[in-house]
């Protein structure tokens, strides 16, 4: 393959077509340096020249898949039925490309190009719409929710979460007190028409704490200039009864070219949960969010301004509150809660009452010779209380109605990052440095002491296109400066830490032929022990533990490998992703041997230690079209984690699984398109490699869980349409509960559980 500019030359003999073309800004015009331009499945590619000109010469008749990209804009593929010469022009829409924290992401970009990269978008996303973020990406193979209780779910990738997942929101590394297990993203997924997620370590392109991977959550683009649009969402759930609405408005200004705007608001309202033979006692929600976002661009110069505020008070299930050592094993040998109520909206003791605000500012300028240049400030303020089951006992404090954990973390981030021009007419690539600022303040009872943490980051990362390979190379160094402080024996203690390591990863894909493609990927992260790891000290009512941590906690260091492959042919598409990760002192949060009693009640007790652990698995989707109209999806997950240092296993680690859909589409009728019904079902096996006696409770028995869901979109005119879903989750009641349910010691999973949902676009 050649790959000097512009220019890129078939080997085939006796061919005589050719295809070329510009490639420009959508917004500006200006021609696209450096863009690669490829022709898939037949390992040729080349780079755009000086004027934005590519060319493929001595090409035979036949139909061709021609994609264009480049980092910072959304990538174009278009198909072409060639017999002689072709003029192929590209248009690309500017994306945002943000470097947050000790982070790097480009939003609608498929990156890192050599990891595996799952995306849930359109009507796909749509049918999750009311769910939480952790809920909605459970259909993703390699996905499942870390709970606690019914109404809080965190995601989990490949066996990990919280702090080792980082969750980048509109291009903002999301802040908030994300290290317990009880604490949710504070993120509407209503905002997003996106959710990607990059399985594996990916410590360089997104900074330190990526260990088990990134999830991108991600907004349209702003319409610059376009007529006003907008959607409406409701969803009914009939378990809890909750109802949820969200409504978008969006446009351009008239008369003023080049500005677009959005906002967006939703709000959610849930009584208690049922499972299949009782109520969860104050297990209602009440959330109520809001966005604002407004940009302008003009020639290579853009800026954009984004607002978010998100609010919710969650109940915390009564039952997982018990009030004595002898009462709590009762519950965990009887299986049933002792508190036991009828349905309501009303949240009372113990509840959460959570607010995030989120303001960022991005301009940016691309230069005609294909460089750019941006600038991201943003600033995050997580606000989190905690309110225990009893309130205090003195008459005057228990009137005031306080909360007995209070935490106010602010964080500010500053960063800068340059695009570079094609180096030597053959390597693309990004810098960046970024820095941020934290502290946290909290109040009430002890439980973890109050901080200041700043980082710096500094990257390096550069493609190559060579020879039909896609080759992606990088490097990154981070520093981080960590001071706690607080009161023992009534004098203040400091302890400071630093941490810093640097990352690396490499990685190479390749289209073998028309069918195949394979990518392969190794990298290198690391995460350093959090507060809460460090110094946690008592009893976490969000997830009735007594949790205790230690201050000689090592950062983790994983090393990651990830192999996939993927075949698509005719009816059939296979993808089979296999990886295997290695963390050293890996940090985790071990059961003890009996509960601990103190003056708020019993309590499971846990302590943080570490190990040394390996995570190998393997990730299997396949789509067969039986028919036209019949459909067979299949998805599974297997997973095995080993304590290496203990040559045992570790806790709470998903359990193998395996998801079967058969979909029945209908051509159109008249208004009506996608119309569809489809039956799933989803097996979850018996968790069996667990520590001896490592629990409170053994693993819960293997499970399976039958859906069904049937939906359409009615077209009312051509720039209005209303889509409806109907879905009923647990068809058959089933009882059972999982074990990544930090409450399943204490009661059964929810039962069956009817949606509706519709929604309607208007104009455009």
């Not at 965190?154 to 980048?168: A, E, F, Q, T, Y």
């Not at 690539?429 to 002491?449: D, E, F, W």
């Not at 990352?503 to 032929?513: E, F, M, Q």
Request: with cysteine; aromatic share 10%.
């Amino acid at each position: 393959m050649n790959l000097l500019p512009g220019l890129a030359q078939s080997v085939e003999k006796d061919c005589h077509c050719f295809v070329k073309g510009v490639v420009k800004d959508e917004h500006t015009g200006l021609p696209v340096v450096g863009a690669t331009v490829l022709l898939i499945g037949k390992n040729t590619g080349t780079f755009t020249d000086a004027e934005g000109r590519y060319q493929f010469a001595g090409l035979c008749p036949g139909v061709y898949d021609v994609e264009c990209r480049i980092v910072g804009y959304q990538s174009s593929r278009h198909r072409i039925d060639l017999t002689e010469g072709h003029e192929e022009d590209f248009s690309l829409a500017e994306t945002e490309i943000h470097l947050n924290d000790i982070d790097i992401t480009t939003q609608r970009t498929d990156a890192p190009s050599t990891q595996p990269l799952s995306i849930l978008s359109g009507s796909a996303l749509a049918q999750t719409r009311g769910q939480s973020l952790g809920e909605s990406l459970k259909s993703i193979t390699g996905l499942t929710t870390l709970q606690t209780g019914a109404s809080i779910a965190k995601p989990v990738i490949h066996g990990m979460h919280s702090n080792r997942i980082l969750i980048m929101n509109n291009g903002i590394r999301q802040e908030g007190q994300q290290w317990g297990s009880e604490h949710a993203p504070e993120i509407d997924p209503f905002i997003a028409t996106r959710l990607a997620v990059v399985k594996g370590a990916a410590g360089v392109r997104y900074g330190s704490d990526a260990i088990g991977g990134v999830i991108l959550v991600e907004p349209k683009e702003l319409p610059i200039d376009k007529p006003i649009s907008g959607e409406v969402n409701t969803v009914y759930f009939s378990n809890g009864r909750q109802g949820v609405a969200s409504a978008t408005l969006q446009g351009g200004i008239k008369g003023l070219e080049g500005f677009g705007w959005r906002a967006q608001a939703t709000g959610k309202r849930g009584g208690n949960i049922r499972t299949p033979n009782y109520f969860l006692d104050n297990t209602g929600i009440s959330e109520q969010n809001f966005s604002l976002a407004a940009g302008y661009r003009k020639g290579g110069f853009g800026i954009e301004a984004f607002y978010s505020h998100f609010t919710t008070q969650i109940g915390i299930f009564s039952g997982a509150h018990i009030g004595s050592v002898t009462d709590l094993l009762a519950v965990l040998e009887n299986g049933e809660p002792l508190i036991k109520s009828d349905f309501s909206y009303s949240i009372n003791r113990p509840f959460q009452d959570v607010e995030h605000d989120l303001l960022k500012v991005e301009t940016h300028y691309h230069f005609p010779d294909g460089n750019r240049i941006q600038w991201v400030v943003a600033r995050q303020l997580n606000q989190r209380a905690e309110y225990d089951l009893h309130r205090p006992r003195n008459d005057s404090l228990a009137a005031l109605n306080r909360p007995e954990l209070n935490f106010k973390l602010n964080t500010l981030t500053n960063d800068l990052i340059w695009d570079h021009k094609p180096l030597a007419r053959k390597f693309a690539g990004q810098l960046g440095l970024s820095t941020l600022y934290q502290y946290n303040l909290m109040s009430g009872r002890p439980l973890i002491p109050n901080f200041d943490q700043w980082n710096i980051g500094l990257f390096a990362i550069e493609r190559l296109v060579q020879n039909g390979w896609e080759l992606e190379a990088g490097f990154r160094y981070d520093y981080r400066f960590l001071s706690t402080y607080r009161i023992v024996s009534r004098e203040k203690v400091t302890n400071i830490f630093r941490f810093h390591n640097a990352s690396g990863t490499i990685g190479a894909g390749r289209n073998l032929s028309d069918a195949w493609s394979v990518r392969f990927n190794m990298g290198s992260a690391w995460r350093a022990p959090n507060v809460s790891e460090l110094f946690s000290d008592g009893v976490h009512h969000g997830a009735a533990a007594f949790e205790e941590g230690n201050e000689n906690l090592q950062p983790e260091k994983a090393l990651n490998s990830v192999l996939s492959a993927q075949y698509e042919h005719s009816r059939l598409r296979v993808e089979v992703g296999a990886y295997y990760n290695y963390i050293r002192d890996y940090i985790y949060l071990k059961p003890q041997p009996e509960p601990i009693l103190t003056i708020r009640g019993a309590f499971p007790y846990f302590k943080y230690t570490q190990t040394n652990a390996t995570f190998a698995g393997l990730d299997v989707n396949a789509e067969l079209n039986l028919t036209k109209e019949l459909a067979w999806t299949s998805k599974f997950s297997y997973l095995r984690v080993t304590d290496v240092r203990n040559d045992s296993y570790l806790v709470m680690i998903p359990a193998n699984r395996w998801d079967n859909a058969l979909k029945y589409q209908w051509k159109e009728a008249g208004q009506w398109s996608n119309l569809y019904a489809s039956v799933t079902n989803r097996w979850v096996a018996e968790q069996r490699r667990v520590p001896p006696a490592s629990d409170f409770a053994p693993p819960p028995a293997a499970y399976s869980l039958w859906a069904v869901q049937a939906g359409g979109k009615w077209e009312v005119s051509p720039k209005n349409q209303l889509e409806l879903t109907i879905t009923v989750d647990n068809l058959f009641d089933t009882v059972y509960r999982d074990y990544l349910n930090r409450f399943r010691y204490f009661s059964d999973e929810i039962g069956r559980m009817i949606s509706l949902r519709a929604q309607w676009s208007f104009g455009g």
